[in-house]
């Protein structure tokens, strides 16, 4: 399954644990569930980003808040859960196979079919991985899929894949959504979902989920409505969700607040602390897999500095993560420390923390600065060979924490003589094609959403990696990751995978600063509800959610 991008990916994580929102106040790990489910009722949830697409499978698209809706439309042959274990959606179990071939049959579950009642069949499965590899497609990530060498339909519902080499991500790989063929068969798939996923020649909503596409006003609002002819255990209780897009994270807060939204999920503010202590609302937390990151631009886009790995180290020598996160966490999660990896998250086994070196020493950043031959001009700031030590400092726009994190982190370099210029902007323009996708940017900072497998860190960090818009390339960190992706055993795939963590940590293509918690916020109304904190987003059981 992509990586997701989160504005307004990744790391793997085997322990999971609840968090805690301001003093003495508990957070929820799973509330009650009511025996007796109310069918019926719209539910109202803040989105508080609007993807550019909804073909979530692009390069443009792939972004964790479009993936939080079509992820109930379009199922999978696995579903990543709460604990970061794998369960069989589309399939009833798979034969997996490792000599003489790697080999992978899937048994899908006689009962699934699309909305238009339709069978799944094994064509679907081969249609999507013919799809994933068309190099006409702007696929965000190939990484797996280009690892098939062959397929065969043993029969309508029994698929069989042959893989050039072992492939150890292969559940996190199927994770992604089964494509109906009978409707994109012929379509022009960077486009055919722009404004929603429907049947391009009826213009109805298509999925294998308990929901289906039921309208998008831009700008507004994207509505789901209960898939009638839904084959799993039950049909959704709820009639409606919609999505109202609420891109501030204050007006998000304030929504939940007044009862104009009834659930959302914002990036952690410190507002949330108050929303813990009402007696109508519930809130969730998780330790989840979203790493917070600032990315430097490689590339042309980025001015002739940045390419330098020095220059890259003293930006992370100016930075003081440290006292960034206590200063931000202070209420939310006083414990929360600072990352130190690129692949792992704090609390996974396999973490080691290789960027721990750079720690906040502006007499670090003068040595540098002096050593090349810099000097500081009359505003305090170093020039190098006539290019001021200035950077545009990318982020999105409405997100208070990210603004003050900026604005922390903005004082504590220009005391170090490094000058950070806000280049805010809305989601949907700083991860648009001209800005993320084209590389234009100076530093970004964002997260990466993940699950529970490293498999996805190869299109972000390998020479010419789908999502590599940072413009990295170190051939040996490609081989070692391209290396665990056929590794079975996991202690020598992890060892690979932090060989190249170690590498990336002297080259500096990003800083990780830390591992966002998760926060789901929503009326004591709505029952069922548990957060997922990897990739499949808080909607994972959205079938079971019902308001009474």
């Known amino acids: 399954m992509q990586r997701r991008r989160l504005g307004v990916l990744v790391g793997a994580l085997l322990v999971c644990g609840a968090l805690v929102i301001g003093a003495g106040s508990a957070v929820a790990s799973k509330p009650a569930a009511t025996p007796t489910p109310k069918v019926g009722g ?30 109930i ?16 959606t589309l399939i009833s179990s798979a034969d997996v196979v490792t000599s003489p071939k790697f080999q992978i049959t899937f048994h899908i579950l006689p009962q699934a079919k699309w909305s238009d009642n339709v069978p799944i069949t094994a064509q679907d499965f081969i249609f999507t991985w013919k799809t994933f590899v068309n190099p006409k497609w702007d696929i965000v990530s190939r990484n797996g899929w280009d690892q098939i060498a062959s397929a065969k339909a043993i029969n309508a519902k029994t698929v069989q894949f042959v ?24 379509q022009d798939f960077n486009h055919v979902w722009d404004n929603g996923v429907v049947d391009p020649k009826t213009h109805k909503g298509i999925g294998s989920g308990p929901f289906i596409w039921g309208g998008y006003t831009k700008g507004q609002s994207v509505t789901l409505v209960r898939n009638p002819n839904y084959w799993g255990p039950h049909k959704a209780y709820l009639d409606k969700i919609v999505g109202k897009f609420v891109t501030d994270t204050n007006s998000e807060i304030q929504a939940i607040r007044g009862g104009e939204v009834q659930a959302i999920y914002p990036q952690p503010q410190l507002a949330l602390a108050d929303l813990a202590k009402s007696s109508t609302l519930s809130v969730q937390s998780r330790a989840g897999t979203v790493l917070e990151h600032i990315d430097y631009q490689l590339g042309s886009k980025g001015g002739p500095l940045e390419s330098a790995p020095w220059v890259r180290a ?9 006292a960034t996160v206590k200063q931000l966490f202070a209420t939310l999660n006083p414990q929360l420390p600072v990352l130190n990896s690129l692949v792992y998250v704090s609390n996974a086994q396999q973490y080691k923390p290789h960027f721990q070196q750079y720690t906040y020493n502006p007499d670090k950043v003068a040595s ?28 999105t726009a409405g997100n208070a924490l990210r603004e003050l994190a900026f604005e922390i982190m903005q004082a504590q370099a220009k005391k170090a003589g490094i000058e950070l210029v806000s280049a805010f902007a809305p989601a949907s323009i700083v991860f648009g094609p001209t800005v993320f996708e084209a590389g234009n940017f100076d530093l970004f900072m964002y997260a990466w959403v993940g699950s529970a497998d490293p498999q996805g860190w190869g299109p972000i960090y390998e020479c010419g990696g789908s999502d590599n818009h940072k413009g990295y390339c170190s051939q ?54 548990q957060d997922n904190p990897t990739n499949q987003g808080p909607t994972w059981n959205a079938v079971d959610w019902w308001l009474g």
């Open 42 to 71: 719209t539910l109202v949830f803040g989105a508080e980003q609007e993807p550019p697409g909804w073909n979530g499978d692009l390069d443009c698209c792939n972004a964790f808040w479009g993936a939080f809706w079509t992820n």
């Open 73 to 88: 439309v379009l199922q999978a042959a696995y579903t990543i859960m709460p604990d970061f274990s794998y369960k069989e």
């Open 163 to 186: 893989y050039k080499t072992p492939f150890a991500g292969w559940k996190d790989q199927w994770s992604s959504s089964i494509l109906p063929m009978h409707t994109l068969q012929g």
């Open 314 to 322: 003293a930006i992370a020598y100016a930075v003081d993560r440290a």
């Open 368 to 395: 540098l600065m002096s050593a090349h031959g810099c000097t500081k001009g009359g505003d305090g700031i170093f020039v190098c060979n006539g290019q001021r030590m200035s950077f545009k400092f990318t982020s």
């Open 476 to 529: 040996k960190v490609t081989s070692l990751l391209q290396a665990s992706d056929k590794e079975l055993d996991a202690a020598k795939r992890a060892a690979l995978v932090n060989t190249a963590d170690q590498l990336m940590s002297l080259g500096l293509p990003a800083l990780p600063l830390y591992q966002k918690p998760t926060y789901f916020v929503y009326t004591k109304k709505l029952h069922n509800v």
